[in-house]
């Protein structure tokens, strides 16, 4: 358990932007790879990703995992950080409203991480 709190927390999130994603209910400890099977939905782009990984926390009252998606056979799978999910589940709205308007805020306090 880490001391982040998502709602406190201005993350950058600009190294995601350009990818894609495979989003699924997490199973498991949050910064490991299980996910629910059954659930894997993709590929997203960044803005799908963040509308699904709210959607999964506001209407199942689950955690998502969301996986960037390689090219590269064989590659370690690399999936979105607990602390970057947790930011995503609390300020997705806001994210999205970034993406479609554009931001002007970049006192950024963390930066997004995935294990992989």
């Known amino acids: 358990m880490s001391d982040f709190i998502g709602e406190f927390e201005n993350m950058d999130l600009s190294e995601l932007k350009d990818k894609q994603f495979m989003v699924a209910i997490s199973n498991g400890k949050r910064d490991e790879y ?13 803005v799908q990703m963040v509308d699904n ?18 090219l590269e056979f064989g590659s370690h799978p690399k999936f979105l950080s607990e602390n970057t999910i947790d930011y995503i589940e609390a300020k997705g709205d ?23």
């Open 53 to 70: 990984v709210q959607n999964i926390f506001k209407n199942e009252v689950l955690h998502a995992k969301a996986m960037i998606c390689g």
């Open 94 to 116: 806001q994210i999205i409203t970034d993406e479609t308007f554009g931001s002007t805020d970049d006192k950024f306090t963390c930066k997004a991480g995935y294990n992989g």
């Open 34 to 46: 299980g996910f629910l099977c059954s659930s894997l939905i993709g590929p997203l782009s960044f």
